[in-house]
């Protein structure tokens, strides 16, 4: 037996809670943020539980932590207090080590003190363990979710919970003068699927006005062929790395392996992206990478995945389906061409 948290993108809890069911048999959920929140209950102990879902991660399970101690909530400063305890009673899981404490909670939660105050107290109780807080690269992890009235906590590795951001909710830094907000989804692909873009050198961006995924692998050194019918961000401009071509992606042609790393950003009817993607694959080189961008139209988003995932079959394995934090209605595919 063992007890998570589960988190999704909002409105998405669902098809998480839905493929975790079909994992592993028996689970139970119940509901604490709607659409994005839940506890699962699962007959297999920890490490088979995990061992279960690294074998097929869920597309839609954006962080997972362990619950290994509960408290109730009384709403004073009793609260800290159990959790300064229950941190000094697992001395031997931080000492020596560098640990972080993320804290989040339901908006009702009894709980009444803020992240910054909760982590100001933990990190003081692990500075007398000999332990190290820190923000970045935690060897361990002390996760606090506050609900209405309690509180789980789980320690666990950032490979235990699928991300070692809060609820898997990467943030990063908005540039001046960005092109777009889209760029995120790219450099978070980036770091979910372990690539480096800049081991590329030639790309291909399929709808990729107003530049946002462009501008980024510009940034990272390579020459990218952009394809949109729409305008592409002026600054983008003075790279002499930059093709753009102002069509439709169904009017182009390229020679057979001319890119090694294909992305595409249409947000598009699913089959017409399949269409258009298999139509420009032969420019890719065997082996080449794809990082495509699925929208998720209607209501049946598992089927509309695997429907995708089995028309691009033909021509490439799939590496990793994942909704990343970036995506709103739609999921991010790490394709390999065959
Ligand atoms: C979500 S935006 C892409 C954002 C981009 N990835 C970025 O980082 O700025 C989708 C783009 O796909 C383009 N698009 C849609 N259908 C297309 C097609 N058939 N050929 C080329 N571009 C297309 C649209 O014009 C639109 O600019």
């Not at 990729?208 to 401009?237: F, N």
């Not at 093709?243 to 182009?252: D, F, I, M, P, Q």
């Not at 995932?309 to 394995?317: N, P």
């Amino acid at each position: 037996m063992s007890q998570w948290i589960g988190t999704a993108n909002q409105t998405y809890a669902p098809y998480a809670m839905e493929e975790l069911r079909r994992l592993i048999e028996g689970v139970a959920f119940t509901q604490l943020a709607a659409g994005e929140v839940f506890l699962m209950s699962c007959p297999l102990e920890r490490e088979e539980t995990l061992q279960a879902i690294r074998q097929q991660e869920p597309i839609f399970l954006r962080h997972l932590q362990p619950v290994d101690r509960t408290i109730e909530i009384t709403g004073n400063a009793n609260d800290l207090e159990q959790l300064s305890d229950m941190v000094r009673n697992a001395v031997m899981t931080f000492e020596n080590k560098r640990v972080a404490v993320h804290i989040r909670r339901t908006p009702k939660s009894g709980f009444v003190y803020s992240a910054a105050d909760t982590k100001a107290v933990l990190d003081a109780v692990l500075e007398e363990l000999d332990a190290e807080p820190v923000v970045q690269q935690p060897d361990v992890i002390i996760a606090i979710y506050a609900a209405v009235d309690q509180i789980y906590v789980g320690f666990g590795a950032p490979s235990e919970m699928l991300s070692d951001w809060p609820g898997g909710a990467v943030r990063f830094q908005r540039e001046e003068g960005q092109v777009s907000r889209a760029k995120f989804k790219l450099l978070e692909a980036e770091r979910e699927f372990g690539l480096n873009y800049a081991e590329y050198r030639n790309a291909i961006d399929i709808g990729a006005a107003p530049g946002g995924w462009t501008s980024l692998l510009l940034e990272r050194g390579l020459r990218v062929t952009a394809i949109d019918p729409a305008e592409l961000h002026p600054s983008l401009m003075a790279y002499p790395t930059l093709t753009y071509l102002k069509r439709n992606a169904s009017e182009v042609k390229f020679e057979a392996g001319t890119f090694d790393l294909l992305v595409c950003d249409m947000s598009w009817s699913p089959m017409m992206m399949c269409k258009l993607v298999l139509d420009l694959e032969p420019a890719l080189t065997q082996g080449g990478t794809a990082i495509i961008t699925v929208k998720l139209m209607h209501r049946k988003p598992l089927q509309t995945i695997r429907d995708v995932i089995s028309r691009l079959s033909t021509e490439f394995r799939l590496q990793k389906a994942k909704q990343l934090f970036h995506n709103r209605e739609e999921i991010t595919l790490y394709l390999i061409k065959k």
